[in-house]
Structures are given as structure tokens and as C-alpha cells.
């Protein structure tokens, strides 16, 4: 069946860096459009970043443009979000999502901690 597993979560300092990676398998991944959202303690799940299934277009919220990174390939049937400059409001679950029509596929999600 459809899976999406992330890796890459941790703890960084502010300014620090990371790199989030999400492997898919069971599914037809270059037919998905693939985002990453993230979830604040006590905030609504929002959307990060989106990629379509061509790679050749992408987006990121305000409040990451510029810092954040959205990448897929789709030999290996993986997405990243390269993150730069992190700061502590970036402090959230991190989850991947594979999008087809009326078909979504969730990840379970990685911590991603920023903090002195």
C-alpha cells in the first residue's frame, strides 16, 4: 500500500540548517503533486512548500520564501525541503503529502526543534 516516510527532523540551533527527506513507495509517485506542511503545538496544520509532478514548478509559503527549498526526484521517488536559516517559529511537525485528484497520502510526520 501507499507509504510516505520523512527523516531528516532534529534539533538546531537559530540560523542552523536542515534537510528533510520524504521516501514514497506503493504508489505512481511522478503522478503527484507533493507538498510538505508543518504543525505548531496548538496551531493548525499549514501548508510549507508544493512541488508538481513534473518538478518543474514550485511554491512556498511567505514565511519560508527565500529560506526554504522544495525538491523531488522522481527515479528515487523522494522529496526534500532543504531549510536555511531556521528560526524558532519554525518549530513544528513536519509532514509529507502525496496529492492526485481526490487521492492524499500523509506521512507520519518528523520534529523538527529550533532552539538555543
Known amino acids: 500500500q501507499a507509504q510516505l516516510v520523512e527523516s531528516g527532523g532534529g534539533l538546531v540551533q537559530p540560523g542552523g540548517s536542515l534537510r528533510l527527506s520524504c521516501a514514497a513507495s506503493?504508489?505512481?509517485?511522478?503522478?503527484?503533486?507533493m507538498s510538505w506542511y508543518r504543525q505548531a503545538p496548538g496551531k493548525e496544520r499549514e501548508l510549507v512548500a508544493t512541488?508538481?509532478?513534473?518538478?518543474?514548478?514550485?511554491n512556498s509559503a511567505d514565511s519560508v520564501k527565500g529560506r526554504f527549498t522544495i525538491s523531488r526526484d522522481n527515479v528515487r521517488k523522494t522529496v526534500a525541503l532543504q531549510m536555511n536559516s531556521l528560526k524558532p517559529e519554525d518549530t513544528a511537525v513536519y509532514y509529507c503529502?502525496?496529492?492526485?485528484?481526490?487521492?492524499?497520502?500523509w506521512g507520519q510526520g518528523t520534529q523538527v526543534t529550533v532552539s538555543s
Open positions: 512541488i508538481v509532478n513534473a518538478g518543474g514548478s514550485a
Open positions: 503529502q502525496a496529492k492526485f485528484a481526490q487521492t492524499v497520502y
Open positions: 506503493g504508489f505512481i509517485f511522478s503522478l503527484y503533486v
